[in-house]
């Protein structure tokens, strides 16, 4: 990739970047020209990583040292909330953790930085895989209420779990949504069980 970057005091510069490699403009986004703030390192527009470090002066090397893992822990929570912003998921959560985050970092409070962006990057990447387990769950409990359906089971329990699901996965309470999701096939597969066994009871009455 080959960033251009003008500068109004000397000719137009060009640079080779090698995709992938984190790069400074404290200006925005080298690739794509986003609005970058303070200890973003992530943007948010394109998904480049980038170097955007704000200059700390006097700082001990224990603290420089401890800015920068600082910095790479707030550039994996963006990158976790990135891929769950893909995914549509909410989350509200880790924004405000990383929000706080790079305001310590802005203040120079690396060590509360470091902790909240962690937390934060952790609650993305939970509600990432809850999320996804979610999908698989909706699926095969509207699966098992239709079969459910179709062998003349009562079913009215386990559609109600199903919507609560769907409820709960619309305010981005993905882990509660998994819950009513298992509890719907279950409550599916519970009501066909309980025809199977009513048929098998007849069918021996009616030998």
């Known amino acids: 990739m080959t960033l251009r970057a003008n500068d109004s005091h000397g000719p ?3 640079e080779r970047v090698l995709p992938g490699t984190p790069v400074e403009n404290p200006r925005g986004c080298p690739a794509c020209g986003g609005e970058l703030g303070a200890y973003d390192l992530v943007c948010w ?3 480049t990583k980038v170097r955007h470090l704000p200059p700390v002066e006097n700082l001990t090397p224990q603290m420089r040292e401890l800015q920068g893992i600082a910095a790479g822990a707030i550039a994996n929570a963006m990158a976790s909330m990135l891929a769950g912003r893909r995914l549509g998921l909410r989350l509200s959560i880790p924004e405000d953790l990383l ?3 790079q305001r310590a970092a802005i203040h120079g409070n690396f060590p509360v930085a470091l902790e909240l962006a962690s937390r934060s990057g952790e ?4 509600l990432s895989i809850a999320f996804e387990a979610l999908q698989g769950r909706l699926r095969k409990a509207r699966h098992l209420i239709a079969l459910a359906r179709e062998e003349g089971a009562d079913i009215t329990e386990a ?3 199903l919507e609560m699901a769907s409820g709960a996965s619309e305010a981005g ?3 509660g949504a998994l819950r009513y999701a298992i509890k719907a096939g279950q409550k599916a597969e519970e009501r066909r069980g309980g025809v199977t066994a009513w048929k ?3 069918g021996d009455w009616l030998k």
């Open 45 to 47: 527009t394109c998904g």
């Open 12 to 14: 137009v510069v060009e």
């Open 99 to 101: 929000q706080a985050a």
């Open 200 to 202: 098998v009871e007849i």
């Open 159 to 161: 559609e109600r779990l």
């Open 123 to 126: 609650e993305a990447e939970t």
């Open 173 to 175: 309470d993905y882990r």
